[in-house]
């Protein structure tokens, strides 16, 4: 579905000089996958994740999705209907007065018949769990009620990807529940391929994939059990471990046996009655 080669970008920084941004990147994405890319701030994360629907374009080496080259304009259409995108601020994402009218901008710009949009935005609505909230006005939810409506607004276009960039930043641990609960479900029950990208390694647990990105490379890719493992090495990278994972480690310190890789607080508690 998304296949990274060799990619480089670099941006103008305030000094007037360019500042490498990505220096050679290389990532293979499967349909259906859902990963999560995580890395300090500075890292990479973002721009590589503008690539993904040519929001950003390539200095150096491919991008292609489903095997359209992001470089070709006249592929650029197809590719920003395969591949939606959602970001920090879901009051940035939402324009209209009411939940079920928001939804439906993506579709009415697609030139969709209504009869189908109609379809469309109730059926993302109910992907989301945000039905009853449909005759809403979007500026009475709250944050994560808000950016669960902005991910239905991109799954009402039909995409084959969805790319969230850090969509829990500005949500309080409820907030982050509800959108994260959303995402597992789309994977995993709509089969849409996930790219998301976080700084809470929690959320990161939950992808079928992690990688780990570093001074514009990937340090680290691979799943969320050999990740999380590798306490050390995540430090020396200035990365979280997820709680359970931190814990272990400190009760393997003080002579306790326990297996290394525990991921969630289940896990936990069984290791820990064992």
Same mark, same amino acid.
């Given at each position: ?7 480089? =970008?670099?941006?103008?920084? #305030? ?7 990505? &220096? ?26 503008? =690539? ?13 999705? +489903? ?10 259409? &197809? ?10 601020? #879901? ?38 769990? *945000?039905?009853?909230? &449909?005759?809403?006005?979007? =500026? ?7 950016? !669960? ?9 039909? @995409? ?6 850090? @969509?829990?930043? *500005? ?27 976080? =700084?809470? *390694? ?5 992808? +079928? !994939? ?24 995540? &430090? ?6 997820? #709680?359970?994972?931190?814990? !272990? ?26």
């Amino acid at each position: 579905m998304i296949e990274v080669k060799n990619l480089e =970008h670099q941006f103008l920084n #305030p000094q007037g000089g360019y500042q490498q941004a990505l &220096k050679g990147v290389s990532l293979h994405i499967g349909q259906g996958e859902f990963v999560a890319i995580i890395g300090h701030n500075g890292s990479g994360k973002s721009t590589l994740a503008k =690539h993904l629907n040519a929001l950003l374009l390539p200095d150096q080496g491919t991008v292609t999705i +489903d095997g359209l080259d992001i470089k070709d304009k006249e592929n650029l259409w &197809k590719i920003r209907q395969q591949v939606g995108m959602v970001f920090q601020n #879901p009051d940035n994402q939402l324009i209209a007065t009411t939940v079920e009218e928001d939804v439906a901008f993506g579709p009415e710009n697609l030139g969709i018949e209504p009869l189908k949009i109609r379809q469309r935005v109730d059926e993302a609505l109910a992907s989301v769990g *945000m039905s009853e909230y &449909k005759n809403r006005a979007p =500026h009475l939810l709250s944050g994560g009620q808000k950016q !669960r409506v902005a991910i239905a607004g991109v799954v009402a276009m039909r @995409p084959k990807v969805l790319v969230l960039d850090e @969509p829990t930043a *500005m949500l309080d641990p409820l907030g982050r529940k509800e959108v994260m609960d959303t995402v597992v479900k789309l994977n995993r029950e709509e089969g849409l391929t996930i790219v998301y990208i976080t =700084h809470f *390694m929690e959320e990161a647990v939950l992808a +079928d !994939r992690v990688v780990v990105m570093e001074n514009g490379l990937i340090e680290m890719d691979g799943s969320p059990r050999e990740i999380f493992s590798q306490v050390q090495k995540l &430090k020396e990278l200035r990365l979280d471990v997820p #709680p359970m994972m931190e814990l !272990r480690d400190i009760l393997a310190q003080d002579g306790l046996n326990l297996p290394r890789d525990i991921l969630t607080l289940e896990e936990m508690v069984v290791a820990l009655c064992r």
